[in-house]
């Protein structure tokens, strides 16, 4: 195996256009163009003494595909380059990403700080999880950093939010609160999926840790599930290494394959999914029975000005309330023709999903209403599709929710 990275040999700063297509590619013999997929659970050894050598660490290379195996690899190390993290773990799923991120960094008699403000599963992982394996929780509101600052607690390890935030859109200062967390001997833990790898980078503005659900923007076509958690060699080297390897949410080698293919066209599907999600925006402003649309993009947003210092795009989601109730929402769902219902974000087909009964179910009603998420709120992920075809079914839809 030989490595093709842009480096080699060439020390240039290449755009993230170019790694996303070259970076950390391995090449077997055959010199083939495509990366190759190593479809292989296991590596054999030349001799005893190499199987020893790969044990002990001496020798440097594969030993068995729970580990690292070459095509997982090049996905960690296309994804290093994307996000300027020293080292990278990939995983089956985000979820799994967010929960090694999580438990393997914090022990019993520990205390995290989580925005309340979260994707079900991800609050479940602090609410739930958390509690039976003895570490303290507190949710805060996390627009305000002074919220962070004072659920601070002399055991407190982690800081751990999304911003955006799924569904509302809501945005954490990342530069604030990390800082407020590093005062306070706590690392943060950012989830980046809504803002995607183009349009964020968290750890220019001080986290420690970020994690994907690699199954949205990353794989892009709603192909497969795949997740990843990237930070400095030292964190996870102390947090990340020995738990993903022994307890084995590994990523398997086909969807490393497809999501590399996903890499190579990230930003040219985000660039055109965000542009889309921007005319989409302002073209719900201008329908009635719409009662608020919440976008990054729109000088409106409540925070715009934390938008405008760390992120790059206002994002390829949608989110907007009908001023009806659920019965209107569903009518609106079941009248959409060429945007489908269903729960995953940033596939190549647009995506309507009614939050309260689907992804943020599980949430106590109090805890829904507290978040602002009714009975008419809609979050649509845009696609692929030409936008006129898009407006077109919205406009039909809110004709059939308001009959
Ligand atoms: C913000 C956020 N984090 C994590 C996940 C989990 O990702 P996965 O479904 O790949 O486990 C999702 C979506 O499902 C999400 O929206």
Redesign the pocket.
Known sequence: MSADTPHAGRPRNLRPETLLVHGGTLRSQFGEMSEALFLTQGYAYDSAEQAEGRFTGEDPGFQYSRFSNPTVQMFEDRMKLLEGAEDARACA??????TASVLGAMSAGQHIVAAKA??G??RYIVEDLCPRFGIEFTLVDGRDPDNWKKAVKPNTKAFFF?TPS?PQLEIIDIAAVSRIAHDAGAIVIV?N??ATPMGQKPLQHGADVV?Y????HIDGQGRC???IVLASTELIKRYYHDWLRQTGPALSPFNAWVLLKGLETLPVRVARQCATADRMARHLLTKKGIGQVMYCGLPDHPQADVIKRQMTSGGQVVCFVLDGDKAAAFRFQNALQVIKIS???GDAKSIITHPATT?HQRLKPEARAELGIGDGMLRLSVGLEAFEDLAEDIDGALAAAFP
Do not use: P, Q, R, Y
């Not at 799923?93 to 967010?98: E, I, K, N, Y």
């Open positions: 799923t985000g979820m799994a990403a967010v979260m994707f599963s991800c999304e799924n989830d999926v809504f994690v659900s690699a199954t949205k599930l795949g997740g729960n995953n974000l992804t």
